[in-house]
């Protein structure tokens, strides 16, 4: 059974930086698609940022873009999510997910993502 694992959430002040880490274990890392959700208060989850198996495809919501890398180490199982000038905004609990039959456009709908963290809280204070 796939297991991920995040980390890196916590308290942050207006335009700092915070690099999330997600462990996966359980099974072959390299064969999963691996992407990062976010729920905000009072919200819907939504996308955030995904990567392809080999690093090929990337991808980013509107809100993050040219703000945050979404990075994997496939000798590790892990993949990063580095988000710089934080804003309130991004306040959020963080989720990341692997999925195993995603294509580069259904990379952003977590319907089509097989697993999930627990999520690791972002506080973005004003």
């Known amino acids: 059974q796939v297991r991920l694992v995040e980390s890196g959430g916590g308290l942050v002040q207006t335009g700092g930086s915070l690099r999330l880490s997600c462990v996966h274990s359980?099974?072959?890392?390299?064969?999963?698609?691996m992407g990062w959700f976010r729920r905000a208060p009072g919200k819907e989850r939504e996308f955030v940022a995904a990567?392809?198996?080999?690093?090929?495809?990337?991808a980013y919501a509107d809100s993050v873009k040219g703000r945050s890398t979404i990075s994997r180490d496939n000798a590790k199982n892990t993949v990063y999510l580095e988000m710089n000038s934080l804003d309130p905004r991004d306040t959020a609990v963080y989720y990341c997910?692997?999925?195993?039959?995603?294509?580069?456009?259904?990379?952003?709908?977590?319907?089509?993502?097989?697993?999930w963290g627990q999520g690791t809280q972002v506080t973005v204070s004003s």
């Open positions: 997910a692997a999925g195993v039959r995603l294509t580069p456009v259904t990379i952003r709908y977590s319907s089509d993502y097989d697993y």
């Open positions: 359980g099974g072959t890392f390299s064969n999963y698609a």
């Open positions: 990567i392809s198996r080999s690093s090929t495809n990337i």
